[in-house]
């Protein structure tokens, strides 16, 4: 490794530490019939196009006193546990912890926010298809419908000042998400009410 490499890899891990996981860095080749004035300064480095340091990086090498500077590319590679899918699951699937699991991978090259926690993903949908072992990011969710059409929900009617509430079964008439409003039925007096989802199978109407 070049005397340049080395003080780039410096660099990186002092940026890097104390950030969660490991990471390895490969830099690729200096052209050998670069010439360079000797540097009597430190190198100044800085990140070229992105201010990530993950993946492919481009670092910007300064030499101040010698006015020079070259472009040096780097994989900068970072295992992180992460949240992965245990088997392929189907897109729509309501997301379980035991659908979920924890592994060390390589999260350089993943597009969007992963995720550390299984609990961070409870109430979460999947938007699309994800194959076994894949990093489950924001990318992949959406909110999980908390109410299913057609499915039996409990009806919490509240007083405007939230001091009386009566609860009654209730059946579905759409589907929603926590703070959406639905259509159900009152499964005792058959009249149809507009109410909010407030919890997985539970409606609130006010009166």
Request: charged fraction near 20%.
């Amino acid at each position: 490794m070049s005397q340049i490499q080395q003080q780039a890899a410096s660099w990186l891990d002092r940026q890097l530490k104390g950030q969660p996981g490991r990471y390895e860095v490969q830099f690729s080749a200096l052209d050998p019939r670069l010439r360079l004035a000797a540097c009597q300064t430190p190198l100044d480095f800085e990140p070229h196009g992105t201010s990530e340091l993950r993946g492919r990086v481009n670092l910007k090498v300064s030499c101040l006193d010698q006015d020079w500077f070259i472009y040096l590319a780097a994989d900068v590679r970072r295992f992180v546990p992460v949240v992965v899918a245990r088997t392929a699951l189907p897109r729509g699937a309501a997301l379980s912890p035991s659908m979920l699991s924890i592994q060390e991978m390589d999260v350089s090259r993943v597009r969007g926010n992963y995720y550390t926690s299984i609990s961070e993903l409870n109430g979460m949908q999947l938007r699309n298809r994800v194959r076994a072992d894949e990093v489950i990011t924001n990318v992949n969710l959406m909110a999980a419908d908390a109410v299913n059409r057609g499915e039996q929900v409990v009806i919490v009617a509240t007083s405007g000042s939230g001091t009386l509430g009566v609860r009654m079964a209730g059946e579905a008439l759409d589907s929603g998400k926590i703070g959406d409003q639905v259509r159900v039925r009152n499964l005792q007096s058959g009249r149809v009410i507009r109410a909010l989802v407030v919890s997985r199978g539970v409606v609130e109407v006010r009166f």
